[in-house]
């Protein structure tokens, strides 16, 4: 793939941002991931059972349920951080793109490189704010400065933190408040070009006031990226995304329309969850 | 420098140059491939450390059994290397480590556990960040000092009160000894100690106990295991201790249990051995090899004692 | 109502109770005082015997059988010798097998052999470790008793507390940073040394400082080794014959009941290790507290 990725890469008008992945199959244009028949155990629990879904493009797709229901295993499964942890096994498959991520060809560090991920507890490095954003492109062999300055610009900018840290970018990462510090994450996430951005709760460990600049945050980079957003908090899943996925006991209980799931769900349980008589 | 007048014009395409440096990194990828390789090589180097233990000292006391009886030399009570027709026992060298190991205890065990109690119990936690440190210089002086303050000090010290004892002794050395073995004991015990739960404490203060109480009748017997392990931690380095017997107890290889004489430990004979005249390839030389597995075997038995002792400590609570 | 006690006779039980309990407090006191006190003696000592022959010359001369025109400086330039073969083996050594042991290895029972191999490994007397240089750096690869055998020698020694000191820094890296490391596509090597060994070399610094300031103050297995402290010539390479601070305060102590001056001379030298090892473990201290909570 990254063979032809590079002849294309000189060929087509480098402007297109698409990847070429996407070029290559026209036909499935408009589903980044699609999910079919995942089961995951850890040791002897079955964490996720059966599950199916399509995810599509620049949406956000949030992803509710109670603790424990799957949702934060379904979502590191999508870039297989999953596999940190030892025992693990899976069967069904993903497609990203039309390539089975669940595969042996499939190599991680390629899958991550093009999904980005956002933790639930801000996770910044501990150096400067400017080497956090620099270090993606960094281990990617990008070693230019004059480009890695224009990468960590653009990244903050697009983070809308810019004009908080652009004077401020030797300073340790640490020094940041919370909320700073996420969306200092996200900008991070960003420097690499990602085509889908994994959001695991990013929102839990902060303030109100963090939190809806997160979400206005997550509405822009709707434009540019598909965006997975794992979240315990229903109004957030309301106010943000397009399709809801309410995941529970390690199935999905009902994939559709974020209004249909909020004002219409058709699943009894789904009613239940958010109408908040359980979890 | 093309590169960057591009992307300065366009959009930066970072996926794509990422795309595009894939295909060069080889190099990475191949370091990515041997890394864990070097490191488990690296990680080998323990294991062959004992491995190299075990051969030199099973290869060279082997050599020393084919020329003296392997019984012989445990039950042997006479040691005399030098001699005309020498005679290779032991046990005066296991009797003087003993003693002096003894000798150790009686000052470490209880001045260490002590001192654990206090730094547990009672004392505040300022009071506590004061006395911990200091007591792990104590730790942390090198034995050599306490070889030449037992042979220039203690001894000389003694030997002003009880005229009697020698100029070397086995007393004098294994009083310094204990004294190197109390931060040891001190800090192993303290932390068995304060990994008793709270609980335990207020359970038996709420009903009237004083701390005394509190301490003997609760927080030491939950912590038992944890003081007997570094109780035996503490034998077992007081067994390998080599600078302060070699220096203050002398070379005499009397089978005597009288603690004012030179008496010589099992390492202070290696010491001498080595750093003799004795070629490579006598029975002399062999035999310090036989000693040591003998030493070897001892601490080994006590590490391995304290280990499990602590393990089973650990599924107390 | 029944009287189940005695009022006047448990206030009295209650009276002995706490004053037992206040004179073993004591008691417990003077016990942790009791080594601090012997420390103090210990550096009294050393300090009136060594300080009048601690001078510049002291420290740049030459051994000499004769008290007054005796130095250290052989001893002083094969300890830093036998430091320069001992950091750059323990470091490599030491946290490459931290890193195998914590990063890579799978739980199970080879990762626990070695493990448990390193915890005993900790517990051998360090003279055996002199007999292991001894029958294989000295004879077997046929150094001699040159610096490279000392410091390899001593590099086994402290490598068992090198090690668990690396793999606890490792362990105390918090996982989320190499989640994020790897979250961005990047490979285990370089999570490993962009990330968690940046994040966990402060402490696996200050332990490799304490287990140097260990084979600093080794003498054991050097006497095995056949270190000497004759008049040789300053050790220039790694294949010299030399001679270190301890062996050295050994032989004066040894034979200051020949000659009464050695023992002063072994008091200097002690001033001058025990100095040395403060300011190694100050530097310890220094960095642990300097990168203290850094996450």
Known sequence: MGVIANKMGLQVNPTAKESIAKKINTQKNNIVYDTKEL?????????????????????????????????????KTLNRMVELVPGVRTTGSISYKGNNILGKTMKVED????????????????????????????????????????????????????????????????????????????????AIQPDVILMDEPTSALDP??????????????????????????????????????????????????????????????????????? | MQKISEV???????????????????????????????LFLLASITILTTLGILYTLLSQAIQFFRAVPIWEFF?????????????????????????????????????GLMSAIYLSEYASEKVRRVLKPLLEI???????????????????????????????????????????????????????????????????????????????????????????????????????ETMIVTIASGSSKNFTFDITQSMQTMTAYIVEVAGGEAAAGTTIYYSLYAVAITLFVFTLLMNLFARYISRKFREEY | MIKQFDETQLKNRMNSRVR?????????????????????????????????FLHMDFLTGRLSTDPDRAGIMGALLGTVWVVLVVIPVTLIVGVGTAIYLELYAKRGKFKSFIETNISNLAGVPSIVYGLLGLTVFVRMMDFGNVVLAGGLTLSLLVLPILIVSAQEALRAVPGHLAEASYGMGATKWQTIRRVILPAALPSILTGSILSLSRAIGETAPLTVLGIPALLIPFPEGLFDTFTALPMQIYYWTLDSSLVAEYANLAGATIIVLLALLFLLNSVAIFIRNKFQHRY
């Open chain 3, 20 to 52: 037992n309990n206040r004179i073993w407090k004591f008691i417990f006191f003077l016990s942790t005082l009791f080594g601090l006190f012997v420390l103090a003696i210990l550096m009294i000592r050393v300090v009136m015997d060594g300080i009048s």
């Open chain 2, 138 to 240: 104590l730790a942390g002086i090198p034995t050599i000092v306490y070889g030449f303050f037992a042979f220039t000090f203690v001894t000389p010290l003694i030997r002003s009160i009880f005229p009697e004892v020698g100029a070397t002794n086995i007393l004098s050395p294994g009083l310094v000894m204990g004294v190197m073995i109390i931060p040891m004991i001190a800090s192993l015990s303290e932390d068995a100690m304060t990994s008793v739960p709270n609980a335990m404490r207020e359970g038996s203060l709420a009903m009237g106990a004083t701390k005394l109480e509190t301490t003997f009748k609760v927080v030491i017997p939950a912590a038992f295991s944890g003081i007997i392990a570094s109780f035996v931690l503490g034998i077992s380095r007081a067994i390998g």
């Open chain 1, 209 to 279: 006031k963090s939190t809806l600049k997160i979400e206005e945050l997550v509405q822009e980079l709707k434009k540019d990226y598909s965006i997975i957003m794992v979240t315990h908090n229903m109004q957030q899943a309301a106010r943000i995304s397009d399709r809801t996925a309410f995941f529970l006991n390690g199935e999905v209980v009902e994939f559709d329309n974020t209004n249909k799931i909020f004002s219409n769900p058709s699943d009894k349980r789904t009613e239940d969850y958010i109408s908040g008589r359980f979890g």
């Open chain 2, 75 to 111: 039950t042997g009570a006479v040691l005399k290397p030098l001699s005309q027709n020498p005679e290779f026992g032991i046990l005066p060298l296991i009797n003087g480590t003993l003693i002096s190991t003894a000798i150790a205890m009686l000052v470490a065990g209880p001045i």
């Open chain 1, 39 to 75: 089961n995951l155990w850890y040791g002897h629990t079955h964490a996720l059972k059966n599950i199916n879904l399509e995810i599509h493009e620049k949406e956000v797709t949030a992803i509710i349920g109670p603790s424990g229901c799957g949702k934060s295993t379904y979502i």
């Open chain 1, 111 to 190: 899958l991550r490189t093009k999904v980005g991920m956002v933790f639930q507890k801000p996770n910044p490095f501990p150096k400067s704010i400017y080497e956090n954003i620099a270090y993606g492109p960094k281990i990617h062999g990008i070693r230019n400065k004059k480009l890695l300055d224009q990468i960590v610009e653009r990244s903050l900018r697009g983070a809308y933190i810019w004009d908080e840290l652009k004077d401020r970018l030797n300073e340790n990462a640490f020094g940041l408040s919370g909320g700073q510090q996420q969306r200092l994450c996200i900008a991070r996430a960003l």
């Open chain 2, 8 to 38: 300065k014009q366009e959009a930066i395409h970072v996926s794509e140059i990422i795309a595009q440096n894939k295909q060069k990194k080889n190099v990475s990828n191949l370091v990515e491939k041997w890394i864990p390789t070097i």
